[in-house]
């Protein structure tokens, strides 16, 4: 797992940042009642594949826990605050930037390889599944982090997006140089539509449009780069995950999914619960099932669960070229018979 914090696992609680989420009340839904570092109430993303093969979760590249025969599950290199560009999140002062996470892939494998042999470890990250969640932050933490930011009065908001795709196109394809074979690579949801932008810009509850229109540019030139990634590998190694239609889809129809509050954050205070941290002095909803957003940012296992319902079996609208049932099911016929 690489990327930011709607997939990090517990790595920023290991370094010296704002950008952690290692004190209740996260983690009030987790099976331990305990904050881990998950910016959720419950379980995350990849926690949720994970139940979904049939796995453990993988753990945080930083655990001290990660050892011996731990290191066959995988790991999890993501890190809150960090986005495709270096100078996002320069706020959060240490986390671990994408050049670093990447890094630590390549650490891991050889501490994969003096543990299981070359044949194992080459085998294993060939056929791991690999997400990465990414770009947000560029927008939310960067160029739109404060009035005139220096990202904005350096490019147009197209430019902007037309390069940081073409950055976050480097990352993927070093990603393919270190031997990940499988890979999903998930878009942007509606930035504009999160708590902690409801609380700044809206007075009716209506999305940021900015915001949204930052995303409407960046989710399909992303796509377009991966299609392209997988023109010059020869193969759909990278399959693109349309995180905005599957967020999308519950916060425009709230009472098909079960949900009563989709514009407050469980966690929080101010307009929409959407101004500052999530912390033990917050507000918090009595019941998580309903609401769609945990804090000012993140969404609720609740919501995580339906997001990956549709990696799972959504159509190609969803998962393109393929979704995650297809792609373990053509994997057991390669396999064969066990």
């Known amino acids: ?35 881990t570092g998950r910016f959720s109430n419950g379980l995350n993303i990849p926690d949720i594949i994970s139940e979904h093969l049939g796995a453990e979760p ?5 655990s001290p ?28 002062v240490n986390i671990i930037r994408m050049g670093d996470q990447l890094r630590y892939f390549g650490e891991y494998q050889r501490k994969l390889r ?10 294993l990250v060939s056929g791991a599944l690999v997400l990465v969640t990414l770009g947000g932050n560029d927008f939310v933490n960067n160029y739109y982090l404060v009035p005139m930011s220096m990202r904005s009065r350096q490019y147009a908001l197209p430019d902007y997006v037309r390069f940081i795709v073409s950055e976050y196109r480097k990352i993927l394809a070093r990603l393919y140089e270190l031997g990940a ?10 930035l504009g539509c999160v708590p902690a932008e409801l609380a700044q810009h809206s007075s009716n509850g209506e999305c940021a449009a900015e ?31 349309n995180a905005y239609r599957a967020n999308f889809d519950y916060l425009a129809n709230p009472q098909s999914y079960g949900f009563t ?67 373990l099911a053509m994997d057991q016929l390669q396999e064969g018979p066990l």
């Open 1 to 35: 797992v690489f990327g930011d914090s709607l997939v990090d696992n517990g790595n920023n609680n290991y370094l010296l940042t704002t950008a952690r989420a290692d004190a209740p009340p996260y983690g009030i839904d987790f099976p331990s009642h305990r904050a």
């Open 261 to 327: 509050n989709v514009k407050a954050a469980c966690c929080g205070q101010g307009p929409y619960n959407g101004i500052g941290l999530c912390t033990a002095a917050s507000n918090v909803c009595a019941d998580r099932e309903v609401f769609a957003f945990w804090d000012a940012f993140h969404p609720t296992e609740r919501a995580n669960r339906i997001i990956v319902g549709q990696f799972m079996h959504g159509s190609t609208d969803y998962m393109h070229p393929m979704n995650l049932s297809t792609i």
């Open 114 to 123: 003096a543990f299981a042999g070359e044949e194992q470890a080459a085998r």
């Open 58 to 62: 993988a753990l945080p590249y930083l």
């Open 65 to 92: 826990e990660l050892r011996g025969a731990k290191l066959l599950v995988g790991a999890n290199f993501a890190s809150a605050g960090v986005g495709i560009l270096n100078d996002t999140g320069v706020q959060f």
């Open 181 to 190: 074979r499988r890979v999903i690579v998930t878009g942007t949801g509606p």
């Open 211 to 241: 915001l949204n229109r930052a995303v409407d540019l960046f989710n399909p030139q992303v796509v377009d780069m991966v299609r392209g990634l997988n023109r010059d590998a020869g193969a759909d190694v990278f399959v693109s995950a």
